[in-house]
């Protein structure tokens, strides 16, 4: 009974046609404040939902704030990892929700952090099972975003630390498994080729060029990647609606690079 509810709920964050997905993290106001594109939640997944996003990602507080009434669907995936910008740790994630309350708030999948070379890191590994162990419990798929960060890792975009990275949230048991890219299609493809289980990018900083971003989503694909979990280059982009059609043209409907961009021109 779980496996198939975990596949109809995964079926609400990706694209069935496609097997890809669009995922708009808006988790950020814990780890960073309410900076913009998060303060009207309402908006910008109304915004984000038009365009085409398969999925956000949120803490449990938001969901209700999230609530639109009209407009397209878009899936929920409630985010069970925090840490602040305030602390001393800030790589230190802690739980801060279960599994068995994001089925209660309606969620579709959940998420946690795990960053690789922190001192806390064997903290987070725990609870990265814990939270495996009882997904497979409910059939509620895991996303899991791992990062490598800690005084010993010298390039956390390094192609030899990302699959390494994404190999752990494959074996901890992940259903997605969210990543760097590493820079370019060639390294990126040793990434989705040791790892089992869809991988999709992060998107970082917010970058100042559209096609930077778009270079980044094409490449990723073009090595065998599943999509994205991109949030401030979208969120934050001067029409969000548009950045997602953009990026719906590369991931879904197979377009090429300056196909996407001509999207954005009209922006």
Known sequence: MSTIGKMI???????????????????????????????????????????????????????????????????????????????????????????????????????IHVNLGDEDEKVMLNDFGNISRDCRTWGMPLLAMIYARGKNIKDGYDVNVVKHSARVGFELGADIVKVPYTGSPETFREVTEGCSVPVVIAGGEKMESDRDILEMVKGSIDAGGAGLSIGRNVFQHRNPKKMVEAMSAIIHEGRSLEAALEILKMA
């Open 9 to 111: 709920r995964f079926e609400r964050i990706f694209n069935r046609n496609t097997g890809k997905t669009i995922i708009v993290p808006m988790d950020h106001g814990i780890s960073v404040g309410p900076i913009n594109g998060v303060i009207d939640l309402k908006h910008t997944i109304q915004q984000v939902a038009i365009g085409g996003a398969n999925a956000i990602v949120e803490h449990k507080g938001l969901v209700g704030e999230g609530l639109r009434g009209k407009g397209p669907d878009i899936g929920l995936i409630i985010h069970l990892s925090a840490s602040t910008s305030l602390s001393p740790y800030p790589n230190a994630k802690t739980l801060v929700c279960t599994v068995e309350e994001a089925i209660k708030l309606g969620a579709d999948a959940v998420s």
